[in-house]
């Protein structure tokens, strides 16, 4: 979007009838702390802040619900496991809807989109089976006339029950969401939000203009639900982080040249790129001009994915599904992978990068798919470092590659089946990552030996990775991570990186609040009260090592021994 808007006002400037004359930008946010400063970062430029919020506000309630634990199933290596935040929350929005309610279910993935709608319709057959059909889900990846089928049925009253991903949703400006989010009476409408916080923004798709608000949160087990909920709050009064670093999205890998005959790029805002072995753009002085026969942004994709896009195509019928970018893939639509589409069910028959397909069947296995990947990383430049007695802390350029090695076949009740090994090719992302390197006599003076650096490392690693989305304003998929006992600068390591090209800022928001970040980390795994290691603090649901080796106390270890380190030298 950067990229975007600094474009469209460069355009508007060489065109504008008098110099310094162009268009008036408005922004709106009902989610980010400093609104001034996430606005001046996406179009370079000043901008002027109306922070106060002259409209009626009737009642708000919020509910805080934390899932229990169940008891009569354990997960990876024998870990407690609480019931989902998906599966508690479609079980209220059954019964509000069949209680009259429209509800709006807000979900973190386009897999939770259609597993809540499953789950909904499944438990309406049970209550009002004549409402069934009226839960749908929606969410990215669909077609556009199938998007516009269901924005349709919802404005219209067609649908009771809706539950998008929240990154979808709140970009969706097409008159159905609109007409549904905005009329005069909202009185039986309610927002619940399933494994993340109830903000302002959701919340306020409830209730007409200063009337009640009724918003449910369910926690999830991970670092972030769990943080919520010891906190005591849903996050309805706590702003979010900017969602975005100026310097990462305009300043970095993805530069940007300018078209052919629409005017040179400023070097300061943004530099030329490369296409092939062509120089994509010629320096002059501090701007940059495009090079005969060269369209540099045929090479830039503004949606800020890996690669272009696998379609999804039924085998059967030749019919089109929807679509996937090539980033997403190995884990979404590989082989033997249970895609989900509209409620139905279809498992993968191949996946062919090169044609840019998946073909798929129909069938319902009874069971779902996880992929698990395993990651390396290199640095590809010195970045920015600090060092902190026996701690160097930096925000430095990686190239981190993936490959999915299998996944695991789970039934619906979160039981495993077993894993499925893959051979799968691997994917190249340049990014940007938040890292420190400790050195091996530190942690020996911490009570922390070389057998188990490993697994502190990598349990230190996972928790830091599930409380980044309480500083950054981003969702656990959109970061990874990376430890080692022996570095890429043969020092024990912690990677966070940014799992888009060229860095989104989240790394940076980790990097700059760092004491802040890693003492809440270190504060919620000394909370969680498993004996060695559980979703909600040290295990993750994407490590491709099984979530082995983990060491929960070594991991409290490490983090205070950063933090001590980084409090002495007076970060």
């Known amino acids: 979007m950067a990229m975007v808007l600094r474009r469209l006002l460069r355009l508007c400037a060489r065109y504008s009838a008098e110099p310094g004359c162009g268009p ?4 709106a946010s009902a989610t980010t702390d400093s609104p001034g400063a996430t606005a001046a970062e996406l179009i370079g430029q000043p901008v002027a802040e109306v922070v106060d919020d002259g409209s009626p506000q009737g009642a708000r309630t919020v509910a805080l619900w934390e899932p229990a634990l169940r008891t009569d199933l354990t997960g990876e290596n024998g870990a407690p496991v609480r019931r989902s935040a998906g599966a508690e929350a479609a079980r209220v929005m059954a019964d509000l809807i069949a209680e009259g309610a429209q509800t709006l279910t807000f979900v973190r993935s386009r897999r939770a989109a259609e597993l809540t ?3 909904a319709r499944a438990r309406l057959d049970d209550v009002a089976p004549e409402l069934s059909g009226l839960v749908a889900s929606y969410r990215a990846g669909y077609l556009a006339e199938d998007r516009t089928a269901l924005e349709h049925a919802l404005a219209e009253g067609r649908l009771r029950g809706w539950p998008p991903p929240t990154h979808w949703s709140w970009v969706s400006t097409s008159p159905g969401w609109t007409r549904w989010c905005w009329p005069a009476s909202r009185d039986r409408r309610v927002v619940l939000a399933a494994g993340r916080p109830v903000r302002t923004a959701r919340s306020g798709c409830a209730g007409g203009t200063g009337r009640p608000r009724r918003s449910v949160g369910y926690l999830s087990g991970s670092p972030p639900g769990r943080a919520a909920g010891q906190a005591g709050r849903a996050g309805g009064d706590r702003p979010g982080q900017p969602l975005s670093s100026g310097s990462a999205i305009a300043l970095r890998r993805s530069r940007i040249a300018a ?6 790029v400023d070097g300061r805002r943004g530099g030329g790129a490369r296409t092939g072995r062509r120089r994509a753009a010629a320096p002059a ?3 940059y001009f495009p090079a005969p026969g060269v369209e540099p942004h045929a090479a830039v994709d503004i949606r800020g994915s890996i690669g272009g896009q696998i379609v999804i195509v039924e085998s059967d019928t030749g019919r089109l599904l929807g679509s996937v970018d090539t980033g997403r893939a190995p884990t979404c639509v590989h082989p033997g992978a249970v895609y989900l589409h509209q409620g ?3 498992v993968v028959d191949s996946l062919d990068f090169e044609e840019g397909i998946a073909f798929v069947h129909a069938e319902d296995p009874g069971y779902a798919t996880f992929a698990r990947e395993i990651t390396d990383i290199t640095v590809s430049g010195p970045g920015e470092r600090s060092v902190f007695g026996a701690v160097t802390l930096g925000l430095v350029p990686v190239t981190v590659t993936h490959q999915v090695i299998g996944y695991l076949r789970r039934l619906l009740n979160g039981e495993v089946i077993d894993f499925v090994e893959l051979d799968m090719p691997e994917q190249v992302l340049p990014t940007t990552a938040v890292m420190y390197t400790i050195t091996p006599d530190a942690l020996a003076s911490n009570g922390i030996d070389t057998p188990r650096i490993p697994g502190s490392l990598h349990a230190a690693e996972h928790a830091a990775i599930g409380l980044l989305p309480l500083m950054a304003s981003c969702d656990r998929g959109d970061i990874g991570g990376i430890s080692s006992a022996i570095g890429p600068e043969g020092l024990p390591s912690v990677f966070v990186y940014d799992g888009y ?3 989104a800022g989240f790394a940076e928001r980790g990097f700059r609040r760092a004491r802040t970040w890693l003492g809440a980390t270190a504060a919620a795994i000394e909370a ?6 559980c979703p909600s603090c040290v295990q993750s649901p994407k490590c491709g090592n099984g979530n082995d080796p983990l060491d929960k106390a070594g991991a409290v270890r490490v983090l205070r021994l950063v933090l001590a380190e980084l409090v002495a030298e007076g970060r």
């Open 259 to 264: 078209r052919p005959g629409r005017g040179p």
């Open 501 to 503: 090209p060229g860095g």
């Open 285 to 287: 002085g501090d701007k």
């Open 528 to 533: 969680c009260e498993c004996p060695s290691g």
């Open 24 to 27: 008036t930008v408005i922004f």
């Open 117 to 119: 709608a499953l789950g």
């Open 344 to 346: 139905e069910s279809y």
